[in-house]
C-alpha cells in the first residue's frame, strides 16, 4: 500500500538539531519530487525543502537554505529532513509530500500526496 508517514518531530532548544523522517513505501519513483513543507499556527502552509528522485536534485525555502538538508534513502524508501540550527520560528507542523513535478532549474510544484505531518516545536 502506498503511503507516507512522517516521524522524528519533538520539542528542542534553539540552535539545536532534528531529523524528520518519512517512510514513503510506494511513491519514490523516478520522475516525481518528494517534498518537506511546514505550517506553523495561524499560517498557511509553506514549503520547506523539494527533492527530484531522479537525480538527487535539491531546492530549499530561503528561510532554511544553509541548516536544512533534504534526503533520501531509496534503498530503505525513505525520506529525510535533517534540521540543523533550528530558530523559534521553525517551530510547525512538518508534512512529507510526493509526486511533485519537477522543473529543472526552478523546483518542483502541483505534489498530490501528504503524510499526516510531525510536530516541530523549538524553544528559545
Known amino acids: 500500500q502506498a503511503r507516507l508517514v512522517e516521524s522524528g518531530g519533538g520539542s528542542v532548544q534553539a540552535g539545536g538539531s532534528l531529523r524528520l523522517s518519512c517512510l514513503a513505501s510506494?511513491?519514490?519513483?523516478?520522475?516525481?519530487?518528494m517534498g518537506w513543507f511546514r505550517q506553523a499556527s495561524g499560517k498557511e502552509r509553506e514549503k520547506v525543502a523539494y527533492?527530484?528522485?531522479?537525480?538527487?536534485?535539491?531546492y530549499y525555502a530561503d528561510s532554511v537554505k544553509g541548516r536544512f538538508t533534504i534526503s533520501l534513502d531509496n534503498a530503505e524508501n525513505m525520506l529525510y529532513l535533517q534540521m540543523n540550527s533550528l530558530k523559534p520560528n521553525d517551530t510547525a507542523m512538518y508534512y512529507c509530500?510526493?509526486?511533485?513535478?519537477?522543473?529543472?532549474?526552478?523546483?518542483?510544484?502541483?505534489?498530490?500526496?501528504w503524510g499526516q505531518g510531525t510536530q516541530v516545536t523549538v524553544s528559545s
Open positions: 510506494g511513491f519514490l519513483h523516478s520522475r516525481y519530487c
Open positions: 509530500a510526493s509526486g511533485g513535478d519537477h522543473y529543472p532549474g526552478y523546483g518542483c510544484r502541483d505534489f498530490g500526496y
Open positions: 527533492i527530484y528522485v531522479g537525480d538527487g536534485t535539491t
